[in-house]
């Protein structure tokens, strides 16, 4: 790309030297340019769209914390010592001073009381990590509920669905580095849980431990994965995940002049690169406004890990939290058979953890086998308008809300001054029954919610002014909607349930059935034009009662005064 | 297979336990009192007054001679007072728990009914009734002679389990509670695991010393005097407030600047 010279300005001896800095920068792009070819690709994304809306800004988001975990992690990453050796600390943080700490726990504190802006750093990289775990859910549910994933995006959906489970790995593996109480019971679990599987799980163990729990080995294991593979990992399938967004285009919102076939927003370059430069020093500004005022993970509160004690209050970071709900539901059933434990406390949640997130992965292709839409969607569904889709999710949040507030029974009992018993079975019952319940109620809303848009297209928005004709007959006025704002309204798919038979299998005409039986019919044309010819003789009716004056005797009166 | 059957657990299973343990420790410690309470010199007009407060304050409960009470049921009004000594008393009357006000599942801390020397008083009294824990010498009390970092590993092994690492308060079961120990007067930590109200196991002389006992109250006091290095310490009880406060908190900021600069660019 290349900058050119304004001749026209007139040339003074300051201009001059910023003159030459133009020529500079126009000399060197053309440098640039006959080594790289670059100059079209850029082109190509200067001048590519997107569409503006504050709900698309999330994934932008999580792309942002990212870099701040990056750059937090690099000077951490200069500090932390990854090594369970053994030493005394005698740093400046009184009592601890003299306790056996292993060097990683021991250099977590020289981070935090020594290194100049170290505390600040690691409470950046912390919280930047829980910003990104919430953005990322926050991206995934607008993803989902506007049915962004459907075709030619069903690929971009899984690899954003890994980037979540990455991004929990990272988390996980890097919440255990400190080597404090909190983190070994994190690290515990996983070792219950690894152990738990049948004849493999204590070789499964013993291979990532490096021999008994919790031996020397884990944590240099950790960090190599928390600083290396997974962040590469991450790293390329962000790459992945823009380059198809590029290639895609970006969806958007029905609206007046956007169609499937093209998107109405602002170019990349200026508006846009703008805006994301302006939105990541924002995002920038708050993680740091948040870390410099606002503690998090004190270690040096819980202490150095030692295997015997727990404290209460010990759960993982919110992302990791709906492991830990089923482990605190289940009751403790295992059985014994051929002399091996089969411990179902720990396999039935696995298996329900492994149902939640393969749900979630496979959900475009599930709903693309129920409709048999192969066309391509580049306008986004407005959630109501896929009453059972937008209630499957809820209800999947539900589950997912349930899980995470059992692992945190205790601090709710606390907090609420409930008995943790009591609590503990409310989530039991809890899980069976609140997902269908919030199913059944957010669909029924979406459908009221398409009743009322089917009415608003046909008689327009409601006034509120009522008129009395000399009949003694009383109208409403309508105020009709533009053509745009109709279309809004009308212009969603329709789908209706298939009947088994004629290459419809059984099962996919019970999957219809469940999708697409209760559905508010759309408004059709001649509906249309009914209530256009109504609108048009109540109009007459109306004027000639009032005259054409729609003001109230009050208003009239107002004015005249 | 036994080796993977022991090693299967839970925290939670350890947490059960290592409080079976303390139980355990605790009912052991009521079969075997060992009756070493240096008892501070009341004099018998301590004890005439203190029984003239008993009367007219905790009888209804324990009983005209301490002996405890039962309601029409069966189940009882308040313990027996013989012989759990001058600092149960002094607990119980000087964070204000006692005279209790409604039964619940636990009572309450709340502002002391009873002024220093009506609590004194009232010790002088129960003491006298028979053996037990008494209140802590001053000495005892020094968090100067202390050792913080023994006191650390005390509670983290003892206390943490129940009133959280950083000594924030934990749930128990059946909506009962261990409650905060920071900013608790050193005389009361000594008297609560010296004669462990309630809930809380009891953690005589020969399980953790006089000086064990200081060690942690220096502890204690050093976690208070270091505060919340980072900033606010969203209550001390870790990742869980941290993630409701990057869910709300965080996230509206965040909302806030996109819904912002949306408006901005148009």
């Not at chain 2, 407030?241 to 996230?251: K, N, S």
Request: charged fraction near 15%.
């Amino acid at each position: 790309m290349t900058t050119t010279t304004p001749d026209t300005r007139k040339q003074t001896s300051d201009d001059a030297s910023s003159s030459r800095v133009y020529k500079l920068g126009a000399v060197g792009g053309d440098w640039l340019d006959q080594r790289l070819s670059g100059g079209g690709f850029v082109k190509f994304i200067a001048r590519k769209i997107f569409p503006d809306h504050w709900s698309f800004m999330f994934g932008e988001v999580a792309l942002y914390s990212f870099v701040i975990l990056l750059i937090s992690g690099t000077f951490l990453t200069m500090f932390f010592d990854p090594s369970m050796e053994e030493v005394v600390y005698n740093g400046p943080y009184v009592p601890l001073q003299g306790e056996h700490v292993s060097r990683a726990f021991e250099s977590t504190l020289q981070i935090s009381f020594e290194v100049k802006g170290g505390l600040l750093f690691r409470q950046m990289h912390h919280w930047s990590a829980l910003v990104f775990m919430v953005a990322i859910f926050v991206h995934m549910f607008r993803v989902f509920f506007t049915g962004a994933f459907r075709k030619p995006r069903e690929l971009n959906w899984i690899v954003g669905f890994t980037l979540m489970v990455l991004g929990m790995v990272a988390g996980f593996s890097g919440y255990s580095l400190p080597d404090d109480v909190l983190s070994g019971n994190g690290l515990r679990v996983i070792d219950g849980l690894m152990k738990s599987i049948p004849i493999i799980g204590t070789y499964l163990s013993m291979l990532l431990f490096g021999g008994e729990f919790p031996g020397t080995d884990i944590i240099p294991r950790l960090f190599t994965v928390h600083i290396l593979l997974v962040p590469a990992m991450i790293l390329g399938l962000i790459a992945i995940h823009l380059v198809l967004l590029v290639l895609h285009k970006h969806t958007q919102y029905p609206g007046p002049g956007r169609t499937e076939r093209n998107v109405v927003g602002f170019p990349v370059f200026p508006v846009y690169a703008a805006k994301a430069g302006g939105f990541f020093f924002l995002v920038f500004g708050v993680i740091t406004l948040i870390s410099a005022t606002t503690a998090i993970n004190g270690v040096w509160v819980y202490g150095p890990y030692d295997p015997s004690p727990v404290s209460a209050g010990s759960q993982p970071d919110w992302y990791m939290l709906w492991t830990d709900g089923g482990l605190r539901l289940i009751p403790g059933w295992e059985f014994t058979i051929f002399g091996y434990v089969i411990s179902l406390n720990m396999l039935i949640p696995m298996g329900i953890y492994g149902a939640l997130l393969g749900s979630l992965a496979l959900y475009p292709f599930i709903e693309s086998w129920v409709t048999g839409d192969d066309r391509e969607h580049h306008l986004l569904d407005l959630p109501y308008n896929a009453p059972v889709r937008t209630g499957l999710g809820v209800s999947w949040i539900s589950v997912y809300l349930i899980l995470a507030l059992a692992a945190t029974n205790d601090i709710i009992a606390i907090g609420l001054h409930l008995s943790i018993n009591d609590l503990t079975w409310a989530f039991r019952i809890g899980i069976f029954v609140v997902p269908v319940l919030v199913f059944f109620i957010t669909k029924r809303i979406c459908l009221s919610l398409q009743r009322q848009a089917r009415q608003k297209a046909l008689h327009g928005s409601e006034t509120s002014r009522v008129v009395r004709t000399e009949s003694g007959k009383m109208l409403e006025i309508h105020e009709p909607l533009d053509e745009f704002d109709r279309w809004v309204l009308v212009q969603h798919d329709d789908y209706r349930p298939l009947q088994a038979g004629k290459g419809v299998s059984s099962l996919r005409a019970k999957a219809t059935s469940f999708f697409f039986k209760d559905r508010i019919e759309p408004v059709s044309p001649a509906e249309l034009r009914e209530a256009f010819e109504h609108y048009a003789h109540e109009k007459h009716e109306i004027d000639s009662a009032t005259g054409g004056d729609y003001r109230t005797p009050a208003e009239t009166a107002h004015h005249a005064g | 297979m036994k080796a993977l059957a022991a090693r299967r657990h839970h925290p939670m299973a350890l947490l059960v336990i290592l409080l079976l343990a303390l139980v355990a420790t605790g009912g052991l410690y009521v079969a075997f009192q060992p009756q070493t309470a240096q008892a501070e010199s009341y004099t018998q007009d301590d004890v005439d007054a203190g029984e003239a407060l008993f009367l007219a304050n905790c009888a209804t409960c324990h009983g005209r001679n301490a002996e405890g009470l039962q309601d029409a049921d069966g189940s009882a009004l308040g313990p027996s007072l013989i012989g759990v000594g001058a600092a149960a008393v002094d607990f119980q009357v000087g964070t204000g728990r006692m005279p209790m006000e409604n039964s619940g599942a636990q009572a309450w801390r709340k502002p002391p009914q009873m002024n220093d020397e009506q609590t004194r008083q009232l010790a002088a009294y129960v003491a006298s009734l028979g053996p037990g824990p008494a209140v802590p010498d001053e000495e005892y009390l020094d968090t100067s002679k202390g050792d913080a970092t023994k006191g650390g590993e005390i509670f983290r092994i003892n206390c943490a389990m129940c009133h959280n690492a950083a000594g924030a308060g934990g749930a128990l079961t059946r909506g009962k509670f261990a409650p905060p120990v920071i900013g608790v007067d050193p005389k009361h930590v000594y008297e609560a695991m010296d004669t462990g109200p309630q809930n809380m196991p009891v953690f005589n002389e020969n399980n953790l010393s006089p000086e064990d006992k200081r060690d942690v109250i220096t502890y204690l006091d050093a976690l208070e005097e270091n505060g919340s290095p980072g900033g606010i310490s969203l209550g001390s009880v870790g990742p869980v407030t941290e993630g409701l406060y990057a869910w709300t908190i965080i996230l509206s900021l965040l909302l806030g600047c996109a819904v912002w600069l949306g408006a901005k660019a148009k």
